[in-house]
């Protein structure tokens, strides 16, 4: 078998092995931009499967809702933290999430709870009454808190907790429950969120390195930020709620009202995170401030037509909302802070998109204006965040430090290389929504290719340094890739050195450099593919060894046998 053959053979094998519907990746994107696990947290509530973990395992951190014990395995192994919910100011009686709980302080404590024989609304479902107050002026029941969440970190084999509904305010207030007005009755001297301070340092003592992740406690920055891993909002820049409802046939369904996602306005976005900022470096330098966001599924047209000749009407598919999740990450990117955006009740495959994959690096400077857009500059691209409903021109000398060989946009054209020589200003589209025939603002990341990176002048050189970039990007991301790889395409790189130096290789030479090859793709058809990261990186491989091949016949002339 040629090397060529074998090095089909390695590619055929890395495709049929990959696991099935996993993360989508936009086609031919290039394999030496620059990746890293998503330093934010994911959320995702519907029940957690096999094939959704391949994405998840993607973030630092994850809230699941249920998890089976596979994906959790799954998840652990890949260093993957693990953080469940709970419901901070109180709980519901007859869920089985507070039982025990609710057992202890209904049966034998009923006054550490300010609503005693009173239950509250279910925030869910209003119309059920079951929720229960905390106390949180009563060190037994911090205790008793600390005592069963400490078990169920331990049982569930989990990092931390997503603490809800946090401070003073979530307290209810209202009718006939006035739990706010019973605290402050009963400690007249003492401040609720001083006590619920000293209940989450009491959880993180008993538990060393488990995260507290809290929501919306910028409300309570003063007195909890100090305890906090991380903070969380909710719907800042996309949502859900209050967009635009529209009546359309979509493919599968029929006729349908069907709402779009509604984005906030960006000067108002970028006050609050700037806040948020200044909160952070006041109380706790390390706060990791993240966003949760959420969309609905876009409408995107099929290209065909139902109905009547003479009233027909366009066809539409639902997909990922992928201009919502590029603008929420362009915004976020600006101020240097954290997001995830949810589909809220949609399949993951509706919230994969590789742009969270790839490392823009470190910063350089603060976010600027442009003409009518924001950017910032970081070590591999730039963000520009564009806050009009229409398409906005801007030279590109004034968004790039320096000229890079090739520049790409990372949205819908990995592709396409755009040659920064050849241009003299980039168009930053606003977002559109065909259905309801609108246009929002929208965010773009734009990543830098230099020539000196892969143009050595050297063919065979050139193969093997990208090959290697490869195989260290995937190193980067929660994935099995064997070092021992990387070391060989390192001694590859000396010896096809060597190799040229020499003044009259011999064919001897040439076998062993041949073997050696040879040795590394055998290695890498060992390479367990677990998620779609590395299936990628094992088509990107196989086909910079594919050229690496070529590039050797084409210059000696020579055909290796095994």
Request: proline letters at 6%; one cysteine or more; glycine letters at 6%.
């Amino acid at each position: 078998m040629n090397v060529c053959n074998l090095i089909m053979t390695g590619v055929l094998w890395l495709g049929s092995h990959c696991l099935a519907a996993a993360v989508p990746m936009v086609e031919n994107m290039p394999d030496f931009l620059p990746v890293a696990r998503n330093r934010s947290a994911a959320f995702y509530y519907p029940p957690v499967g096999d094939e959704d973990v391949k994405w998840f395992s993607n973030f630092k951190v994850f809230v699941p809702g249920r998890l089976e014990p596979s994906a959790n395995e799954f998840l652990n192994r890949y260093g993957v933290k693990l953080v469940f919910y709970d419901w901070a100011t109180g709980f519901y009686d007859h869920n089985a999430e507070y039982a025990a709980v609710a057992a202890e302080i209904l049966n034998h404590h009923p006054d550490w709870v300010l609503n005693p024989g009173n239950p509250g609304p279910n925030h869910m479902a209003p119309e059920r009454l079951e929720a229960y107050y905390y106390d949180m002026a009563v060190p037994e029941l911090r205790q008793l808190r600390i005592d069963l969440l400490s078990e169920k970190l331990r049982a569930k084999q989990y990092n931390g907790v997503f603490f809800d509904c946090t401070g003073f305010g979530s307290v209810w207030e209202t009718g006939k429950w006035l739990c706010r007005s019973e605290f402050e009755r009963r400690h007249p001297d003492l401040d609720y969120d001083d006590e619920a301070r000293k209940f989450y340092r009491g959880l993180a003592a008993a538990n060393p390195g488990c995260i507290i992740f809290l929501n919306q406690s910028y409300h309570q920055a003063e007195k909890i930020y100090s305890v906090a891993d991380y903070d969380l909002t909710e719907s800042l820049m996309v949502t859900q709620h209050d967009g635009p409802v529209v009546e359309v046939f979509v493919e599968g369904e029929g006729v349908v009202k069907s709402r779009e996602t509604n984005y906030r306005p960006v000067a108002e976005i970028i006050s609050h995170c700037e806040n948020f900022n200044r909160l952070r470096a006041q109380y706790n330098p390390e706060l990791v401030i993240t966003h949760l966001n959420y969309m609905c599924p876009f409408l995107e047209p099929t290209g065909e037509k139902t109905g009547s000749e003479l009233m027909p009407q366009a066809v539409y598919r639902r997909t990922m909302d992928r201009q919502a999740i590029h603008f929420a990450q362009a915004v976020t990117a600006l101020v240097g802070q954290q997001q995830y955006t949810n589909g809220d009740g949609t399949p993951h495959l509706f919230q994969a998109d590789p742009v969270y994959l790839l490392d823009l690096g470190e910063p350089s400077g603060e976010y600027r204006r442009v003409g009518q857009c924001l950017v910032r500059n970081f070590a591999n691209g730039f963000v520009v965040v564009n806050p009009e409903h229409s398409a906005v021109n801007l030279p590109l000398r004034e968004l790039l430090p320096a000229r890079p060989d090739r520049l790409y946009k990372i949205y819908d054209a990995f592709n396409e290389a755009m040659l920064p020589d050849e241009l003299e200003t980039l168009t930053i589209p606003a977002g559109y929504y065909p259905a309801s025939r609108r246009h929002t603002p929208s965010g773009r990341l734009f990543f830098f290719v230099c020539s000196d990176r892969f143009a050595s002048g050297d063919r065979v050189a050139d193969e093997l340094a990208f090959a290697r970039t490869v195989l260290e990007n995937s190193r980067k991301l929660p994935a099995d890739v064997p070092e021992e790889a990387v070391r060989r395409l390192e001694q590859l790189l000396d010896s096809w050195s060597a190799l040229r130096q020499a003044a009259t290789p011999s064919a001897g030479a040439y076998r062993a450099f041949a073997d050696a090859l040879i040795k590394v793709y055998r290695q890498l058809e060992a390479w367990p593919v677990t998620y779609a990261w590395q299936r990628e990186g094992g088509r990107a491989l196989g086909r910079a060894a594919d050229r690496l091949a070529e590039a050797i016949a084409e210059r000696f002339g020579v055909e290796w046998q095994v």
